[in-house]
């Protein structure tokens, strides 16, 4: 059985993930920077402060696979984001390798490629165009899937998470939305 590690698990993606993927994955391990509201006894809960390699080495150790959604999710002063989201992220994938780990999913944004004009059709292999420094961020942990996955052979997925929910917010949100359920579907 597979023993993954959701971070993040504490924020507004992850509190709805981690009881979608307990059926998926019994043996889920849980982190973030905070202990999450309404912890279930059945789940595991490991603290860690994702720019402290020490800390994320500890969080990381006898795991298969993570499931990346830890760090600041939206635009915010670049001191936060630098620790969080790049060093964080760096600490991350740094620390499965080390580890051993088979596999890494990243919670990306569709804010890497923010720039282009809304009418403009994109691909996935398109270069990236952050529109904030959030969104440099995710270019960044993209990128770093990449080297780890090139360099080192650990199986990265990157998804480009934009509208999470039930439902769309609205009718522009729409090309950008995705169910929990189908992120789960994603993930497996």
């Known amino acids: 059985m597979a023993r993954i590690l959701l971070t993040g698990a504490a924020g507004g993606i992850g509190t709805r ?16 920077i905070t202990k999450p509201a309404e912890l279930h006894p059945d789940e595991t809960f490991l603290a860690a402060d994702l720019a402290r390699i020490d800390e994320v080495e500890k969080i990381v150790d006898g795991i298969d696979g993570i499931i990346h959604l830890g760090g600041i999710s ?25 580890k051993s780990v088979q596999r890494v999913v990243f919670a990306s944004s569709n804010h890497a490629v923010g720039f282009y004009p809304r009418h403009h059709h ?15 961020s995710k270019a960044f942990g993209e990128a770093l899937g990449s080297l780890y996955a090139d360099k080192h052979g650990l199986r990265v997925l990157c998804l480009r998470i934009g509208n999470f929910g039930d439902k769309p917010l609205d009718k522009r949100r729409l090309s950008i939305w995705v169910k929990p359920e189908d992120l789960v579907q994603l993930i497996r």
Request: charged residues 25%; positive net charge.
């Open 17 to 32: 993930l981690r009881k979608l993927l307990k059926p998926v994955y019994p043996d889920l391990r849980l982190s973030d």
């Open 122 to 136: 994109i691909g996935v292999d398109v270069t990236v165009r952050p529109d904030s420094r959030y969104g440099v």
């Open 74 to 98: 939206g635009e915010a002063p670049w001191e936060g984001i630098l620790q969080s989201n790049i060093i964080g992220c760096y600490n991350l994938f740094e620390a499965a390798r080390r």
